[in-house]
């Protein structure tokens, strides 16, 4: 091929002088957009925290030290189980040619967006229906670490198979072919060919898992108890029902550093792991050729699908329970005003919920859409802004909120009490799935299609409608779709800011879950069945969306 | 007085550089309405940037670009009429196959009947009627040279450029391209150029042969005349001449003009072998005397190295093919024809 050929070389650069302030003020809807409602935020916390030494205090407390120890190790045992679980099943989506496989790779994705509030009811209800009568022999899971350890498996057992399973499927088998004929054992291939080749994936999965759990609050607070707090679990409660600002502010400032330490030591073992995957592709996924051959898919599969089918099961089950048989009760009491500790009928709360996430989505793809096309137009330069997007997702939830709730407070931006704070909030943790999903997408548009437009007839406009905002167009809808699934469950940064008389689902089912009485416990488990339901369909229709091999499986 | 302009294609002393690297230096072509010209020359040479200066996606450093004596060196590439068919295809992943070709004409605006007509029309040139509603990632190596070929025909190009359009098939499907592409190009009439570095493809598409070498242009020609004469050791080598004699040998040996080299094209060379008793002096030329050095079998005749002495003792080497090969170390003697031998710029 001609090394000037077309491939390695756009069009030189034509351009004028105003074209690069437009793309500045282009990239100010991004930028602003964080810098109001992330990085002010988050400032604001930090001047708190520092302001009159409380940090300093709060650090040097023994129970600080005993919090984050805790938070710690909770996150690493979680993250070590979900590897173990996630694994055979990411093997068996990555390497088996699985019937069904567009609906198994469907099913694996719904936990990823499955509301904490969502998993943590429904690991409430399954300690329940597990420990009737069994007090006795000590089967209590509810309030345990073990509760814990289960919720965040069943949460994030997804992202393994979903970010392992995908990499793998990139991953040539003939290579681990190759060192078997050259005379290794199979456990030698795993680890001198498979582990160092999956390591840049593993370390990935293991850094989203462990932030995710050491960020947890819904799942803490539903199904770990007062008995089990973190440092997430702590601001809120600092700040909330003890309103104690300061150790809240000290806390928070805590949970920034670590999570901040933690996503740069990932980073670089993500990175001295990398290697260069090859450009060809893999060959096909294969069957088993025996019946045998099919037990270990099948278990590693059903394992991994029954840890989020069986709770979710059972809460809907328990959702049609009323006491004396099944039936709808639950729902119909939705409707119903007073009684349920809120101050709207639950049912609002669907509305709510809908209404936020719906601006959120709405705000996820105008933010995202402009931030994706300016990382991909700026190239090189553009990487600030592609990272600056995804600190929010990494930014605790509960901070974030908390920021926004002492940082908006005062005028001209007195949004505390404004029914849009909820949705912006959302929106800055669905921003990076927008821009995840549509900088690939951007990036891997073929500049010679554009080209090939422009001499079949196209002006540069039309070929960029025709070609980019075409192929665009899909995977902005996934990551909207995301952002909107997102937004629906979020519960740490809502649970600051819902008004308590516009509470979203999540923030009502936390209501009516602390409540003694087993009628509002059924009205959660069916609003937590309705949230269930609603996100499913929205990442269900992303996956009909989703090309047929955008991750390889 | 009136200038009559040019007919067709006509590019004056482009010139692309890339930062310090010159891709095309120089290079004037003239392709008339109906010419097929096969560009060719070995990878780097500047053919691919070529085309695109030709079809306006890159905008050169000097020269000008013309057609019918309009100058479109400035215009954009979907003003100028011209179709260029990817190395690749480049076809649009998110359409079908009759989306694709309708691609074109919808840029000119025609209406929905109209394209589909047209679609049809030229689906059913490159022989793929009823595709229209395939996948495009459903389709072969070869149904995608096909249609990339037709979506490149359906607006109807003044010019169509292809970049070397059978570059990633195999050998016997590229045989059979190549003729298909040649029956439908010579059908439509249309000015075409064709780049390749194979030069049996340019053969089977073009009549007219344009060799490159490092951005500039080294022989143009009708092909049979090119490979007959190819002026130049470069040129001779690129269309597979084995044979080429320095100006010395040449000299000794009475070829050629006596000032350079000389390509010896394998019609000259007559292998006599020493058994059999020949008369050197019934025919003209140089005999020269030696061992067949080495063989290598290439199917239908196998390539064999002579190591050869000259009427003076010069040492001279030549290839010659041969269906049945004398064996290695066999003695033989070979008489050169000259009028088989072609004087190269020293």
Redesign the interface.
Known sequence: ??????AL?S??P?RPAGAALAWAAVALVPVAFLAVFFAYPVASIIGRGLADGTALDVLRRRSTGQLLWFTFWQAAASTVLTLAVGLPAAWAVARVDLPGRRLVRALVVVPFVLPTLVVGAALQAVFDAVGVGREATGLRLQGTVWAILLAHLVLNVAVVVRVVGGYWALLDPRTEEAARVLGAPRWRVWREVLAPRLAPALWSAAGIVFLFCFTSFGVILTVGGPGHPTVETEIWRAATQRTDLATAAALALVQLLAVAALVLVVSVLEARAAVGLPARRPSPPRRPRRARGWLPVAAALASALALVAVPLAVLVERSLWMGDGHGLGNYRALGAHGGSGLFVAPWEAVANSLRAAGLAMALAVVVGGVAAVVVVAAGRRGRALDLAVMVPLGTSAVTLGFGILIALDSPPLDLRTAPVIVPIAQALVGIPFVVRSLVPALRAV?P??R??????????T??RL??DV??AARPLLVGAAFAFAIALGEFGATSFLARPDAPTVPVAMYRLLGQPGAALRGQAMALGTILALLTAVSVLGIERLRPRDALGW | MVTVPVPGLVADGLAVRFGDTPAVAGVSLAVAPGEVVALVGPSGCGKSTLLRVLAGLELPDAGTVAWDGVDLTRSRPHERGFGLMFQDHALFPHRTVGENVAFGPRMRGAAVAARRARVAEVLELVGLSGFEDRSVDTLSGGEAQRVALARSLAPAPRLLMLDEPLGSLDRTLRDRLAGDLRRVLGALGIAAIHVTHDQEEAYAVADRLVVMRAGRVERDGPAAEVWRDPRTEFVARFLGHDDVLDAATARALGLGDGTGPVVVREAAIGLLAVDRAADPDAAPGPVLHGTVAAVRFRGATSAVALELLGPAGEPVGLTVHAADPPPVGARVRVRLDPHHVSPLDG
Do not use: I, K, N, S
């Not at chain 1, 091929?1 to 077309?6: L, R, S």
């Not at chain 1, 080209?451 to 540069?460: I, R």
């Open positions: 091929m001609d090394p000037h050929g077309p070389r069009p030189r034509r073929d010679r299609q080209e090939a437009a422009a001499v079949l007839g196209a002006t540069p039309r070929a025709e070609v075409a192929l």
